[in-house]
């Protein structure tokens, strides 16, 4: 089968390293699927995980993919062969960047039967994301009725996370209110749900407070922790709670936090796979993203679609996402490899 890996971690500014090589078709055993992947997208962890050493290169990135089960193992129990499957992936197992994949049945659910393979490839890592945040972190009740009357602040709510968390907390009955800074950013902020969309480059209270939003329950960091971890402190009410997804790259203050008696968190969506802890959530959280798909009370979040998997093209992928470049989602779609 065909890959498409590096040798070493690297930068961008020393050119494209990615290249493509053969490599034997895996064969899944346990409760692993072997995955004739149609559709993937590009995340973040994947530039980050770019930069990181390489024990045993090639290195396969690539943690979205949808695609058709071609064999199983000999204990899987939610999936057969012919099944349509889309799936977060795992740090622990070779990436998408490939035709076909080997996966832990526990990582994916059924394939959304209303929408394509690009558009499908638009939601796992993100939504899985999303709903670790809304569900573990700030204990939302799955009955959105009991969420009514609380407030969710989304910083950079036209990302992919933030796309797909309004959707979410707008399901599940919160009020939503987003960042966003360009006219571009905050009406496709505004086709994703969110109730107001605020502009980062202005003071956030001020306009909180000019449009009657007086408590925040939640805020969720999606952008430089750094540059909020204050603002955060300073808009969320007393004993109210503040998630993000971005590491500090600089020393805070936790003592900041006393004074309202505030909860702070870190979500990593790898946590469950890297600890082996509860890894059938995946497949829970993904079933329900799923169902709801097909409800129509979610909609993809691609905004770019690439039909051809190269070097060249992953590498030009990895920039547009250093370059904050792309709302929503950036997907391949592999049908025609």
Known sequence: MKAIGADKAFELSEGNLFYEFDKEKPVPKDRELLVNIKAISVNPIDTKQRKRPIENPPRILGYDAVGVVEATGQNCELFKTGDEVFYSGSLLFDGSNAEYQVMDERYAAAKPSNVSYSEAASFPLTSITAYEVLFDIFNISSNPDNNKGKTLLIINGAGGVGSIATQIAKAYGLKVVTTAGREETTEWS????????????????????????????????????????????????????????????????????????????????????????????????????????????YQPTVTKVVDQLTPETLYEAHQALEQHAINGKLVFNLENK
């Open 190 to 297: 505004k086709q994703m749900g969110a109730d107001l969309v605020i502009n980062y480059k202005e003071d956030l209270k001020a306009q909180l407070d000019a449009n009657g939003v007086k408590d925040i329950d939640f805020i969720f960091c999606t952008f430089n922790t750094d540059m909020y971890y204050e603002t955060m402190i300073d808009l969320v009410k007393p004993r109210g709670i503040l998630a993000t997804i971005v590491a500090f790259n600089e020393n805070q203050d936790l003592n900041l936090l006393k004074g309202k008696s505030l909860t702070f968190a870190h979500e990593n969506m790898f946590a469950r796979s890297i600890n082996d802890t509860d890894i059938i959530q995946y497949h829970r959280y993904l079933t329900d993203v799923s169902k709801k798909v097909e409800a129509g009370v």
